[in-house]
């Protein structure tokens, strides 16, 4: 009996102290509020971690730096969970917790009921990490920006490389793609730029995302015979693909439009192969990201995922754009936004919002994996290549032009 | 003829799948069958073998992994079967429902404080990569191994229930526990052991399922669908229906992604619907009169 009265006495203590203290729970009345979504949980829970890391870690910089304006940021990170959900939260943040304006998002599905939220309460959605060219392209909208390259900036990263090799002219190429808005719309860029390239595409085969088992498909890519495994996968997909092709030793080069650091780190040494495009990657060569690796490293204990950096920087682009604008105004922040002001990206050329779709224009990077044995630790397997576009051209090259994907807003 | 072929191919390499839901749904079966207890848990039990596996093989490599998460695993089950289950064999289901759903729970987030929401990379030995090429047909030379481990296991649990005194009894408890006990036999030993070695077998399908595919905290909640829906087409108390029912799974899949592969992973819900229409006890399940 002593021990459920125990648990009872400690209960009640905790209790009455939530109660007692809500001061500290709520503290900073006059902070500005901002409303974070990813998901934290499902097949992209593992990114979604990384990007609340960065964003906390730049929320710490910015508040101990003697806050925006002098005001705290005040950044409130929630899971997603889906579609349906990233909505409700979304209009719930803007409506109950007054957030000042929206950041965030992994899931191009997710992204788009938030991108309409935004739209409807006239507030800004600085849309992170979903890649979906749709986002920018047909469905984009006034109120939102996005900061992750889309994903024909993937394919053109990825395919320059593959172009280098004599991988697409003249050859067979079979495509896996994930059934869902982001897989879709990376395949029909794939497919566009391996045609225009000279490859001829003799399959594309649609995968549900919850597929961990890949084994029939990895029987259908042996049917075909290809010369070259493309794929357009999401998530938990890429990983569990990349190992299982390792596992069954097919001879077939493979390559793919998407990999976060984060999946091919899950792969495991020894299970990757071929090549890939990231955003930004942890050994890039800037004194910015050196000392972002640096100091992430000190406090986390594992170096940053592409997600930390794109969050870390996306508030502060937020913060310097307020810092600019001297507010926190919807239409002030859009404007100053779409003035085209250059933001420090940690990379060697700086960024800036394509005023047309809203679109932020920056570097992106092919990668491939670096021989066995080569490695210091588990993180370091990767081989990244030269940034692209080159140095001599113009940073927009990589990116949709106006007649491939309209945007109306 | 090529066609059918490749049709073929998609049917063993289906069979090869089904030995690996087996390890999986068996224990769920044969839990339900003597306690009365859908276990929802259990695909907790299968990602915290995974988990330990990968962390003993760090440090001692594949092999040790394999063998010792397990068995780390299914001590764990005795916990959970003396602590929570027991109290819950004579309840309303609901009652075990909700535990056992609540304890999942508890566990994915458990795995991802204390190893984070990031996945964890696994490997397997070199030596495991690669195929083999038997007749025409390809195989990856891990799943043979895999397959290999699934029949050893199978041998020594149907053994154990009907070549046992040990098995008689759990066999006599699914469809009589009052008479057992009226002959003075008390069922709670033998449900513990049931419980280990279900929760164990469901910890090796997360071992050897960890080098091949991703180690997350969510892959319980994935694997227990499949488990479940395998549990219900093979039938209640039936050790062959369950191993059947996994077959039929994994071959009904390939089949499916065969011909229209976007549909694979929901191929085994309208074979559950089919099975469930005709036959609503399940492919060879019994009719037990404790559950109806």
Known sequence: ?409 | MQQLFFLLEQVVNGLVLGGYYLLIALGLSLIFSVGGVVNLAHGAFYALGAYVSVEIARHLGFGAGAVLSPVAVALLGILFERFILRRFYTADPILSLLVTFGLALVAEQAIRMVWGAAPLPASMPDSFKGNVVLGDFLFSRYRLFLLAVVAAVLAGIWTLLHKTSFGRVVRAGIQRPDMVAALGIRLQPYMTTIVMLGVGMAALGGALFAPIAMVHPAMGAEIITVAFVVVVIGGLGSFWGVVLAAMLVGVVRGITIHFVPAAGEASMYVLMFLVLMFRPRGLLGERIEKFE
């Open chain 1, 1 to 409: 009996m002593t021990n459920r009265r125990q648990v009872l006495k400690a209960g009640a203590a905790v209790g009455i102290s939530a109660l007692g203290f809500p001061g500290i729970v709520r503290a900073q009345s006059n902070a500005i509020k901002i409303g974070h979504l990813t998901p934290l949980t499902g097949f992209l829970g593992a990114l979604g971690e990384y990007a609340v890391m960065g964003i906390k870690m730049a929320t710490e910089e910015i508040n101990a730096a003697g806050g925006v304006m002098g005001r705290k940021l005040d950044v409130m990170s929630e899971d997603s969970v889906n579609p349906a959900t990233a909505s409700t939260k979304a209009q719930r943040m803007l409506e109950q917790d007054k957030v000042e304006f929206l950041m965030g998002e992994i899931n191009s599905a997710s992204a788009q009921t938030i991108m309409q939220v935004a739209a409807r309460n006239k507030k800004l959605f600085l849309q992170i990490g979903a890649r979906s060219d749709v986002l920018r392209g047909k469905n984009c909208n006034k109120y939102t920006f996005h900061v992750d390259i889309p994903v024909t900036v993937m394919v053109n990263a990825a395919g320059q490389a593959l172009l280098r090799d004599g991988l697409i002219k003249g050859k067979r190429i079979f495509c896996l793609t994930s059934d869902y808005l982001f897989g879709h719309d990376l395949s029909k860029a794939a497919k566009a730029f391996m045609t225009a390239n000279g490859g001829t595409v003799i399959g594309d085969e649609l995968t549900a995302t919850d597929t961990t088992d890949f084994s029939p498909f990895l029987l259908k890519i042996r049917q075909a015979k290809p010369d070259l495994v493309a794929t357009n996968l999401g998530g938990n997909q890429v990983t569990n693909f990349v190992k299982q092709y390792s596992e069954f030793g097919l001879p077939y080069p493979v390559a793919g439009f998407n990999l976060n650091t984060a999946d091919a780190w899950a792969a495991g040494e020894g299970n990757l192969a071929g090549i890939w495009p990231t955003v930004w990657h942890h050994e890039l060569d800037t004194p910015g990201s050196k000392a972002f690796v640096a100091e992430f490293r000190k406090r986390y204990g594992k170096p940053p995922e592409n997600h930390a950096w794109i969050e870390y920087v996306s508030l502060k682009i937020m913060a310097q754009a307020m810092n600019a604008t001297k507010s926190t105004d919807t239409d002030k922040l859009i404007a100053y936004f779409e003035s085209q002001a250059e933001f420090d990206l940690l990379k060697a050329r700086k960024g800036y919002f394509r005023a047309w779709d809203h679109q932020l224009i920056q570097e992106a990077f092919p990668f491939t994996v670096k021989p066995k044995g080569q490695a210091k630790d588990k993180w370091d397997f990767l081989a990244f290549g030269a940034a692209v576009p080159a140095a001599s051209q113009a940073l927009e090259i990589i990116n949709p032009a106006k007649d491939q994907n309209a945007c109306s807003m």
